[in-house]
């Protein structure tokens, strides 16, 4: 899942987030935040193995080049990843979304041609050979004007967007989001 943030971060498209509570765990950190921004309740019952594992860890900040000015937020953060029971497919888990509209502005569930095609893009500059198969739209449930929730199908290129080398910067998966998402794609060419 990809959530679109505006506020803290400019435009860039990244995963749920948020803070560690004081004596709580990351996974029990990071399935509250998936809670409070999209209304999905996962439990580790809910989970393969009932496990809910870190993926990477990755350090932040922002803006995100020194050319863009001196960084004024600084976090670190973590990825989690659980592979969640049959029963819980995207499909199930969409019917159940409740985007909070104070957090996020979009939701999409993404499949793997997506990923392999913002995985493919360079960090800088132009894009390195995105995948011929990625398709042009994706389907998303985007927080309307009257802050109700509606389905509309973007444009994957949106996703497929690169760090300009100068100038203002656009709208784009983050460089943090980009390494989590190819090193799932590492992890799940593993597991098969």
Same mark, same amino acid.
Not at 51 to 60: D, R
Not at 160 to 181: C, M, N
């Given at each position: 899942?990809?959530?679109?943030?505006?506020?803290?971060? !400019?435009?860039?498209?990244?995963?749920?987030? $948020?803070?560690?509570?004081?004596?709580?765990?990351?996974?029990?950190?990071?399935?509250?935040?998936?809670?409070?921004?999209? @209304?999905? %309740?996962?439990?580790? *019952? *809910?989970?393969? @193995?009932?496990?809910?594992?870190?993926?990477?860890?990755?350090?932040?900040?922002?803006?995100?080049?020194?050319?863009? !000015?001196?960084?004024?937020? %600084?976090?670190?953060?973590?990825?989690?990843?659980?592979?969640?029971?049959?029963?819980?497919?995207?499909?199930?888990?969409?019917?159940?979304?409740?985007?909070? +509209? &104070?957090?996020? !502005?979009?939701?999409?569930?993404?499949?793997? &041609?997506?990923?392999? @095609?913002?995985?493919?893009?360079?960090?800088?500059?132009?894009?390195? @050979?995105?995948?011929?198969? &990625?398709?042009?739209?994706?389907?998303?449930?985007?927080?309307?004007?009257?802050? *109700?929730?509606?389905?509309?199908?973007? +444009?994957?290129?949106?996703?497929? &967007?690169?760090?300009?080398?100068? !100038?203002? *910067?656009?709208?784009?998966?983050?460089? $943090?989001?980009?390494?989590?998402?190819?090193?799932?794609?590492?992890?799940?060419?593993?597991?098969?």
């Amino acid at each position: 899942m990809v959530l679109e943030r505006f506020q803290e971060f !400019g435009c860039h498209q990244v995963h749920k987030g $948020g803070h560690v509570e004081v004596n709580e765990t990351l996974w029990e950190a990071g399935l509250r935040e998936l809670k409070e921004e999209t @209304g999905l %309740h996962i439990t580790p *019952d *809910d989970c393969v @193995g009932k496990t809910v594992n870190t993926l990477v860890l990755w350090e932040s900040v922002f803006p995100p080049m020194l050319c863009r !000015g001196l960084p004024h937020r %600084h976090h670190a953060v973590v990825y989690m990843h659980a592979k969640l029971n049959q029963a819980h497919t995207a499909e199930a888990m969409q019917s159940r979304l409740a985007l909070d +509209s &104070t957090e996020v !502005g979009a939701s999409a569930w993404l499949d793997r &041609t997506i990923i392999e @095609g913002i995985v493919a893009c360079n960090e800088v500059g132009e894009q390195s @050979g995105t995948p011929t198969d &990625t398709p042009e739209q994706f389907r998303a449930t985007v927080i309307n004007e009257d802050n *109700d929730p509606e389905v509309q199908f973007l +444009s994957t290129s949106n996703l497929l &967007t690169v760090v300009p080398e100068g !100038g203002k *910067d656009i709208e784009r998966v983050s460089t $943090g989001t980009k390494f989590a998402l190819s090193e799932w794609l590492r992890l799940s060419v593993q597991r098969c």
